[in-house]
């Protein structure tokens, strides 16, 4: 069965500083991959997605993520973090086909600090 | 405006009482889920419908029962309400079912 893995519970980064967020799926194909963010006290908002094509992608609020098929990873990232950017941080695949939805990762809270 | 909407956003319940969440998306999307999520941040997918029909039921009591009386609304219905039950529930919806979910704000339910 397909899983998503964000390694990293919790992650603390100065205000400014750059973010790397960790995702690695097992699939055995490709499947869409997505991040997604929830403010406290929020729903979840998607950050950015990727289908096929350019394998950097871009997204909301100045985050990028990177497809690397030979690691199963689609790790998230920022060159500056904002306080805003505090918050929690959700990766999620999904099949290609068929009727499996979005399988999410367990999440990965960032705290930022001044 | 909103794109998916839920009421209520707070409800607080005894044991044992039956209470409804609502949910609405006015996307126009065919595809509709119910979420629960923990006091640790787990999302776990309770139900989904495409085009009012139940595709996705996963292991969840049966005292839990949506109803989607047309695509743009999906309700979700608890029957005598467990301590347990106490979480954060999210409406989404998508296109289809591998297509970006679009999320509602939760309803904050807690049994006392």
């Known amino acids: 069965a397909q899983s998503v893995t964000q390694p990293d519970i919790h992650i603390t980064v100065s205000e400014g500083a750059s973010l790397e967020l960790r995702c690695n799926y097992s699939y055995g194909a490709t499947p869409y991959l997505f991040w997604y963010v929830q403010s406290p006290g929020q729903g979840l908002q998607l950050l950015l997605k990727y289908f096929s094509g350019d394998t950097l992608v871009q997204g909301i609020k100045g985050f990028e993520a990177e497809f690397k098929r030979s690691q199963s990873s689609f790790n998230l990232r920022k060159p500056s973090v904002h306080w805003s950017d505090a918050a929690e941080y959700f990766c999620a695949v999904a099949p290609l086909s068929g009727n499996t939805p979005l399988v999410f990762g367990k999440g990965t809270r960032l705290s930022v600090i001044a | 405006d909103t794109a998916v909407s839920q009421t209520p956003k707070y409800l607080v319940t005894q044991m044992g009482n039956d209470k409804s969440i609502k949910c609405e998306q006015n996307?126009?999307?065919?595809?509709m889920y119910w979420y629960k999520q923990d006091s640790k941040k787990f999302l776990k997918i309770m139900f989904s419908?495409?085009?009012?029909?139940?595709?996705i039921n996963e292991t969840v009591p049966n005292r839990f029962s949506p109803k989607s009386p047309d695509k743009a609304h999906l309700n979700l219905h608890i029957n005598s309400l467990e301590l347990g039950d106490s979480a954060v529930y999210f409406c989404?919806?998508?296109?289809?079912?591998?297509?970006?979910?679009?999320f509602g704000p939760g309803t904050r339910l807690l049994v006392l």
């Open positions: 419908y495409n085009n009012k029909e139940l595709i």
């Open positions: 989404a919806s998508s296109q289809a079912v591998q297509e970006t979910q679009y």
């Open positions: 996307l126009g999307h065919d595809t």
